[in-house]
C-alpha cells in the first residue's frame, strides 16, 4: 500500500525532532517590535520639543491700611522696688516668723536674733552710768564747801582788814573751788557717755528684732531658725522684699541699631511663656543714655574693654512699667516686648517678598518659596531695599503673564513696606515666589 493511500498524516520536522512549536507573537516579533520603538521616539521628541509648563508663582493681594512699626526686645520682669533685710547684729537666731510668699506690713516683726549679750552690755552701761551720776554729785558736794570755804576766808580777810587769812590761803582756796568746778564738768560728761553708749546698747537690742522695712511679699528667705549670723562689713541678706507686685517693671535690652526710635512715653505688650498668646499691655518709662557694654566695662581695665566692645554686641537697657492686678506675673519670668515706635497711616502696603523676586532668575534656578536659593546679586538686591528706593514688583496678569510696576519704598516692619505708585492698586496680586516643580 502506498504512503499516499495512508489516512494517518506523516509526523512534521518539530515533531519529528520532539522540540515544541513558537508561540505566534515570537514569530511576529521581527514586524511588531521595530514599529514599538519608532512610536516612543516619536512620542519622546513631540514631548521635548512641547512648550514648558508655566511656572506656578506665589502671589500676594496689595493692601491699603495703616502699618505700625514697632521695635522688638527681650528682658526680664522685676519688681519696682525690691529690698534686701540685713542683720547688724552678731548672734543666734531664736525665731524666724515668715516665709517665702507671706505678705508683710511695714514695722510687722520677721525674725528675732538672741539678745542675752547685749542685755549684759545693756545693764553694764546702766551701771556705769549711775556711777558717773554719783560721781557727779560727789564732785558737786565737794564744789559746795570748798566754794562755802573760799567765802569765808574772803570775809574774814573783809572783817581783818586785809590781815588775816594769809593771800597763800586764799589762793589755796580758790583753787580748790575752780578744781571742783572741773570736777563737776567732767562728771557731767562721764554721765553723758555711759547715757550715750546705754543709748546705743539699747539701739542695738531694737535692732535684734528684725522688722519689715517696706509693705510687699517676700520673696526669699536665705536663713533658718538657730543659724548665727555675723554682722560685718558687708551686710547678710536675711530677706528678699518686693515692695508691690501689683505693679512691676519689664527690663529690656535695646539694640543700638533700634535705639534711636524708642523713647519715653510710647505704648508697648509683652509676652511671656507661661501663658502663651496673651499679650500684656506696659508703657516705655526710660532708656538709658550709655550702653550696658559702657557701664559694664568701666570695671575692668581699658584694653579688655575696647576688646570687649569689639566683639560684643551694643545695646541700651530700657524700663517699662507693667500693671499687674490680677498677680499673674512673676518676677524674673522672660518677656518678650514689642515697642511701637511709629504708625504710617493708611498706605499701600506690600510683601518684602514681593520686592526681591525677580522672575528671571526664578525660571533659571528653579526654586522659590520653598527651595529657596538665593545668590549674591539677590543679596545685594536686598541690601539696597531701602527707604526711599526705587524697585519693582511682577503683577500677574488675567492671562498668567507677568507685568514689572515700579515702585518708591518706605518705611517696613521686617514684612510689609511702604510703597507709592502711580500704577499699583490694591487688590492686585503680586508675586512673591515660584513653587517648586513636582518631582
Request: hydrophobic residues 40%.
Amino acid at each position: 500500500m502506498n504512503a499516499a493511500d495512508n489516512p494517518v498524516e506523516a509526523p512534521g520536522v518539530d515533531e519529528f525532532l520532539g522540540t515544541k512549536p513558537r508561540p505566534r507573537w515570537r514569530r511576529w516579533m521581527k514586524y511588531w517590535l521595530p514599529g514599538l520603538v519608532i512610536v516612543l521616539l516619536v512620542l519622546g521628541i513631540a514631548r521635548c520639543s512641547a512648550d514648558p509648563p508655566k511656572p506656578d508663582y506665589i502671589t500676594e493681594a496689595v493692601t491699603q491700611q495703616s502699618l505700625a512699626l514697632s521695635v522688638t526686645a527681650t528682658g526680664n520682669l522685676r519688681p519696682t522696688n525690691q529690698v534686701e533685710v540685713g542683720a547688724e547684729v552678731t548672734g543666734p537666731l531664736d525665731s524666724v516668723l515668715v516665709d517665702v510668699n507671706d505678705r508683710v506690713t511695714k514695722g510687722q516683726v520677721i525674725a528675732v536674733i538672741n539678745t542675752e549679750i547685749i542685755d549684759q552690755q545693756i545693764a553694764q552701761s546702766r551701771a556705769n552710768l549711775n556711777v558717773a551720776r554719783a560721781g557727779l554729785a560727789q564732785a558737786q558736794a565737794t564744789y559746795g564747801i570748798d566754794k562755802v570755804q573760799l567765802a569765808r576766808l574772803e570775809e574774814v580777810k573783809r572783817l581783818s582788814g586785809g590781815r588775816v587769812p594769809s593771800q597763800i590761803e586764799l589762793e589755796q582756796a580758790a583753787a580748790a573751788v575752780a578744781r571742783d568746778q572741773a570736777a563737776v564738768a567732767s562728771a557731767r560728761a562721764n554721765i553723758e557717755a555711759a547715757q550715750a553708749l546705754l543709748q546705743g546698747n539699747l539701739t542695738t537690742r531694737s535692732r535684734a528684732v528684725i522688722r519689715a522695712p517696706v509693705t510687699g511679699v517676700v520673696l526669699a528667705r536665705r536663713v533658718e531658725q538657730g543659724q548665727t549670723v555675723v554682722a560685718s562689713f558687708n551686710t547678710v541678706t536675711l530677706f528678699v522684699i518686693a515692695e508691690d507686685l501689683g505693679e512691676m517693671q519689664l527690663r529690656v535690652s535695646i539694640d543700638e541699631a533700634d535705639v534711636g526710635q524708642v523713647k519715653p512715653g510710647q505704648q508697648a505688650s509683652f509676652t511671656v511663656d507661661a501663658y502663651p498668646g496673651r499679650r500684656f499691655p506696659a508703657t516705655l518709662r526710660r532708656v538709658d543714655l550709655a550702653s550696658k557694654n559702657t557701664v559694664e566695662g568701666q570695671a575692668g581695665s581699658s584694653g579688655a574693654s575696647a576688646a570687649a566692645a569689639g566683639n560684643s554686641v551694643v545695646s541700651y537697657e530700657a524700663r517699662l512699667e507693667v500693671q499687674n492686678p490680677d498677680g499673674l506675673l512673676r518676677p524674673g519670668m522672660t518677656a518678650t516686648a514689642t515697642i511701637e515706635t511709629q504708625n504710617t497711616g493708611v498706605a499701600l502696603l506690600v510683601p518684602n517678598a514681593a520686592l526681591r523676586f525677580r522672575p528671571d532668575e526664578k525660571a533659571k534656578e528653579g526654586g522659590g518659596v520653598f527651595q529657596p536659593q538665593i545668590g549674591l546679586e539677590e543679596g545685594k538686591q536686598k541690601a539696597t531695599i531701602g527707604e526711599g528706593s526705587r524697585q519693582q514688583v511682577q503683577v500677574i496678569q488675567a492671562d498668567g503673564t507677568l507685568r514689572a510696576i515700579e515702585v518708591v519704598t518706605g518705611r517696613s516692619d521686617g514684612r510689609l513696606t511702604v510703597v507709592r505708585s502711580k500704577d499699583l492698586k490694591p487688590g492686585m496680586k503680586v508675586v512673591t515666589g515660584v513653587k517648586a516643580a513636582a518631582p
